[in-house]
């Protein structure tokens, strides 16, 4: 890998949170915890506000649930203050139920309705409707501001819709756009997996220190996003789009945002697709790409060991095994506010300093 006007946001009422958690930081920090190829982020304020993005699978005995709350225990917080479920699949809305369980969520934030019409997704969803109702819901568009104590967390993305305004000091020529290929044939293809499409996706501001999280956005909703405008700007930090699949992080959007290092949540065979290996591999900023899991269909694509929270695959394993693992491994960032942040992999205790952007 190579080393290489303001939108008129409206203010976002979220139920205020009475009172810190029991913590003393100056970082923020993010946890990119393992969920076998769904995804769960955590991001803790130095206040000890939270919010979480997507809980992981349901089942397993409550796996992911348990993994999440390792990870919040961690950070020392004993809720969640805003739980941005970005779409309603399973591999990201699932272990919402069993973590309510074991931690208290105050805020619900979401695109709204699942676009799925099966029996199964239909009920999966309903069933999160009914939990949602136990705390606050709330229903984001592009533009909203999410009140974090400390952090600037604007929605981008939200129900097929994204930013028509650039954020603040973004809006520049995107030059990655020439030459963009629509996935599909035709227009009516062209946003496939409908769900997927109507992602909720955010950036995330500390001071300096610029990150976004795009769920499962698709590639083909990177450009009005991205084209012919940047309107995110740059980041220092990429959460890699949608596991890694190469269904998502399209040039326009990954040049564009030029991020210093990127953490891609893929599971053993769930994501870290070769073309977005590829994709990475060219972005003249990027130093380091880290791996929740070891990506089996890429072999040597794969970065050196040292990058990888997670080296086992299941496949190899017996089922029963591998479902009821619970220890996993995850990625962590420290984020300050100079922009400055430290990556560690907590399987072997590796981590690397990148320095406040120049
Ligand atoms: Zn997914």
Excluded at 304 to 312: D, G, M, S, V, Y
Excluded at 323 to 330: I, M, P, T, Y
Aim: glycine share 10%.
């Amino acid at each position: 890998m190579r080393t290489i006007s303001v939108a008129l946001m409206c203010l976002f009422l979220i139920t205020p949170t009475p009172h810190a958690q029991n913590r003393d930081s100056d970082t923020l920090d993010i946890y990119v915890i393992d969920v076998e190829g769904g995804e769960a982020t955590l991001f803790v304020a130095p206040s000890g506000e939270s919010l979480l993005v997507d809980t992981g699978w349901p089942g397993f005995d409550g796996r992911d649930a348990n993994r999440i709350v390792a990870a919040a225990k961690d950070a020392g917080i004993t809720r969640i203050d805003h739980l941005v479920v970005t779409h309603f699949h399973t591999d990201h809305m699932g272990g919402a139920h069993q973590l309510a369980e074991r931690l208290p969520i105050r805020n619900y934030l979401d695109h709204g309705v699942t676009v799925d019409e099966g029996e199964r997704p239909r009920a999966a969803f309903e069933r999160y409707v009914t939990l949602r109702g136990d705390g606050t819901h709330h229903t984001v568009r592009p533009g909203d501001s999410v009140p974090v104590t400390g952090l600037d967390v604007r929605i981008i993305a939200s129900d097929g819709a994204v930013l028509t305004s650039p954020l603040a000091g973004a809006g520049q020529p995107n030059p990655a756009c020439e030459g963009f290929t629509f996935h599909g044939a035709d227009i009516l293809s062209r946003y496939g997996d409908a769900e997927d499409q109507r992602s909720v996706s955010a950036f995330i501001g500390f001071g300096q220190f610029r990150t976004v999280i795009m769920g499962d956005l698709t590639w083909n909703k990177e450009h009005p996003l991205m084209c012919p405008d940047n309107k995110i700007g740059a980041v220092d930090l990429y959460l890699v789009s949608h596991h890694g699949s190469d269904t998502s992080g399209s040039p326009a959007l990954v040049e564009a945002l030029q991020p210093r290092a990127a953490v891609m949540n893929n599971g053993p065979r769930k994501g870290g697709g070769p073309q977005t290996f590829a994709t990475l591999n060219t972005i003249d900023s990027l130093e380091d790409l880290w791996q929740n899991h070891y990506a089996v269909p890429v072999g040597d694509a794969n970065m050196n060991e040292r990058f990888i929270a997670n080296l086992q695959d299941f496949a190899s394993v017996d089922d029963d095994e591998a479902v009821h693992l619970e220890s996993s491994n995850w990625i962590h960032i420290a984020a300050r506010r100079d922009g400055s942040f430290t990556v560690t992999n907590s399987r072997n205790g590796f981590s690397r300093r990148y320095g406040p952007r120049d």
